[in-house]
């Protein structure tokens, strides 16, 4: 998983910038929004059945480019992606409800609150910092209306911006400028995802994130794991035995960058080539040996 705060031509992601290329893609949207927003402010809910976030959803494969934005698997593209993949709206609109974590995660002793309140966060339904896109697997059959938290729901939150200590969410939002950057928390060995920070709340959210979203289960997002490990193959396939370790990141650079799929799971494995080549080998064997004994099945894929 990756943060997107600057895109390919380095402007800045944050709001401002969300805004304008949506204006520049459908200039009606903003005020059709903010009308929808302050209708439901007054109804204290989501009034309407039909929605108009799908209008925009372009922009945002645009800004993660076309990657899901938690597994950083690939989109289909634009044409045939429009009908694929929803917005994913981060804090759920209409309702929350329980994330039901294995007894192992619970063994951590995480304190996640548990959603009493019936409502979601209606006053998000057309917020852009609360908008990702994401795949089947991790937005329809995994995240639905679920949203761990630590603290007390706040449900009437207009701006997921502005930090609070009342309300912490136990998942990693990958969009804008105010959250962590995502790869300071989750890095990857080999194929697996893994915590950076071992305690504290950066350890909570990093493995939240990772348990929420299966991404360390093979044994049941097995096309996740297939495409991680082709990425390390393919890393490995582009290097001559001549090149120099310095040189790694120019020659890559379209295999790693933000815009390429599983750029994160790529650089931890360009990271581990340039400082333990020994330890780099055994992961490429164990991506190859992956491949070779893969089978699709019936997986959440
Ligand atoms: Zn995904």
């Given amino acids: 998983m990756i943060s997107y705060k600057i895109d390919r031509e380095g402007n800045k992601i944050d709001l401002h910038y969300i805004e304008k290329l949506i204006n520049q893609h459908k200039s009606t949207w903003l005020n059709k929004a903010a009308e929808r ?10 009034t309407d059945n039909s929605h108009i976030w799908s209008e925009i959803k372009e ?14 698997g690939e989109l289909e593209g634009k044409t045939s992606g429009k009908g694929v993949h929803d917005v994913e709206h981060f804090r759920p609109k209409n309702r929350i409800t329980k994330w039901q974590s294995s007894p192992e995660f619970n063994a951590l002793g995480i304190a996640i609150t548990e959603p009493t309140v019936s409502k979601g966060y209606h006053l998000l339904t057309y917020n852009l910092l609360n908008y990702s896109i994401a795949c089947g697997p991790c937005n329809q059959a995994i995240k639905k ?19 609070s200590d009342a309300e912490i969410p136990l998942l990693l939002y990958p969009i804008g400028q105010h959250d962590v950057n995502c790869e300071d928390l989750i890095s990857f060995n080999g194929a697996v995802p893994t915590v950076v ?12 994130t990772i348990e929420f979203f299966r991404l ?14 082709m990425k390390i193959i393919t890393i490995d396939g582009i290097l001559d035995e001549n090149d120099d370790p310095s040189d ?10 933000d815009y390429s799929d599983h750029a994160s799971c790529g650089r931890s494995y360009v990271k581990l080539l340039k400082t333990n080549k020994s330890k ?3 992961v490429l ?3 190859k040996r992956f491949i070779r004994t893969y089978i699709p099945d019936e997986q959440l894929n």
Avoid: H
């Fill in 248 to 257: 790694y990141d120019n020659i890559l650079e379209n295999i790693i960058a």
């Fill in 280 to 282: 780099a080998s055994e």
């Fill in 285 to 287: 064997s164990e991506a």
């Fill in 37 to 46: 927003t302050a209708k439901y402010k007054i109804a204290g809910k989501v």
């Fill in 59 to 72: 922009v945002f494969m645009k800004i993660q480019g076309n990657k899901c934005a938690f597994c950083e």
């Fill in 197 to 208: 920070i071992p305690d504290g709340l950066p350890f909570e959210r990093a493995i939240t």
């Fill in 145 to 163: 209306d679920r949203f761990p938290i630590k603290g007390n729901y706040n449900t009437l939150m207009e701006n997921p911006s502005i930090e």
């Fill in 216 to 229: 360390g289960r093979a044994d049941i997002r097995g096309k996740l794991f297939k495409e991680r490990c």
